[in-house]
């Protein structure tokens, strides 16, 4: 019996059976949540044009909680959008993110009510624990693979649009 409760901790910790593992940032707890299905368009229109990135949308607290933890599965055009943020949608308010179990650098984007980038935290720590901050209020967050921001000459100020944004 004790080899079955292993075999199902290893399971349950790994994600399998359809949920997540996440780390409750303000009360230090863990729990589980669904893993999110289906993804989103997000445009950002630059200087030098419009690119298209398919990104995942963390809504809830839980999987704005959770964010991009321990996943090592990020594309290039992938990413992950906290929209509304915060997910109670009482904002525009400063974001403050993390990096502690992320074992993937990151680009985090942090934007406008009026959908201009406010701020874009480049190549962030991965585990780290230090505050990432907005410096100003929002109320959304893109999170991109490490570098594909200035790869594609997106800058504070550049537009980000997405389907159901005002």
Not at 13 to 23: D, E, I, K, N, S
Not at 93 to 116: H, Q, V, Y
Not at 123 to 143: C, D, H, K, R, Y
């Amino acid at each position: 019996m004790k080899p079955m409760i292993a075999a199902l901790l290893v399971l349950v910790a790994a994600g399998g059976g359809g949920a997540a593992w996440y780390a409750n940032r303000d009360t230090g707890t863990a729990t589980t949540t669904p893993v999110r299905q289906g993804t989103l368009p997000v445009t950002i229109t630059t200087a030098g044009g419009r690119h298209v990135f398919t990104v995942e949308r963390a809504t809830t607290a839980a999987e704005q909680a959770q964010g991009l933890m321990f996943r090592t599965d990020l594309t290039p055009d992938g990413g992950m959008l906290f929209w509304p943020y915060p997910a109670d949608g009482s904002g525009p308010r400063e974001a403050s993110f993390w990096m502690k179990n992320t074992p993937t650098s990151l680009d985090i984007l942090f934007i406008r009510a009026d959908g201009t980038i406010a701020r874009i935290a480049d190549s962030t720590t991965p585990m780290s624990e230090t505050p990432v901050t907005s410096g100003e209020p929002v109320t959304a967050v893109l999170e991109l693979i490490a570098g594909r921001a200035a790869a594609l000459g997106i800058a504070e100020g550049d537009t980000v649009s997405w389907p159901g944004r005002n």
